[in-house]
């Protein structure tokens, strides 16, 4: 679902125009650390952005997940952040996005008009640090290193197991003879994400069931198909486990 809410913004005219965009994802259970390590290849202008944001996010009791800079509509800037039970309102979302736009206009980190998009991590998630690992034991994923380990790069399978340092992604239906678990070191981990399966539907929709989003009648539902979007990681070496058509809940807020 998209829920869609709208009010105005004074700033810069060449500064960011903020869209809102929160889903739901499920509760953590791990201890939370909001500046725990993240494992993402970022762009040098990507990696400015997220030491600018970063702070004012973790003082407000958000955890910063990804920064990531597109082309889509002349330039958008998404961020996404998660608070300590891995979940993110609209109300946090309006939180980060009134705090952290006034911080872009004095940084001014991107030269010219740009909007701003502030998300959760949605259902099939990134997976930037050791405890989403963790937390998501036994669930698929797709992960794509920045070097090649023993010639491959791309990797899609179940999340075995997880150390300090290591993911094990357990690869289906590898040649007979040949060890399906690959272990891979977190600091080579360039992206990484959930698979939309019925089993991570499953459960996002039992955590829906027990923490349902309330409604606001100022705030316009319609449906998202997240088959409609491009996904990178995509690819036959990194496996052969079916996708799963999903549904992802976020807003959105404009001038």
Known sequence: QLHCCS???VGALTGPRPFCLPGRQRRHTLPFDLTEKRY???????????RII???????????VRVKVTQENG??????????????????CERLSKDISPVLDVEDPIDREYHLEVSSPGIDRPLVRARDYRTYLGHEAKVELGDALNGRKRFRGLIAA?????????????????????VLPLASIAEAKLVMTAKLMNMAALDQDENPIDDDDDIETVELNSDTEEDPLDDPEAGTAEDMAGKQTTAQETN
């Open 54 to 64: 970063e702070p004012v996010a973790n003082d407000l009791g958000y955890s910063l």
């Open 7 to 9: 009010h105005s913004r």
């Open 40 to 50: 993402i290849k970022e762009t040098g202008l990507e990696t400015r952005i997220a």
């Open 75 to 92: 330039c958008t800037l998404q961020i996404m952040a998660e608070d300590a039970d891995g979940r993110f309102a609209i109300t946090d």
């Open 162 to 182: 997880v150390t300090d340092d290591t993911v094990t992604i357990t690869i289906p239906d590898v040649p007979k003879g040949d060890e399906p678990n690959f």
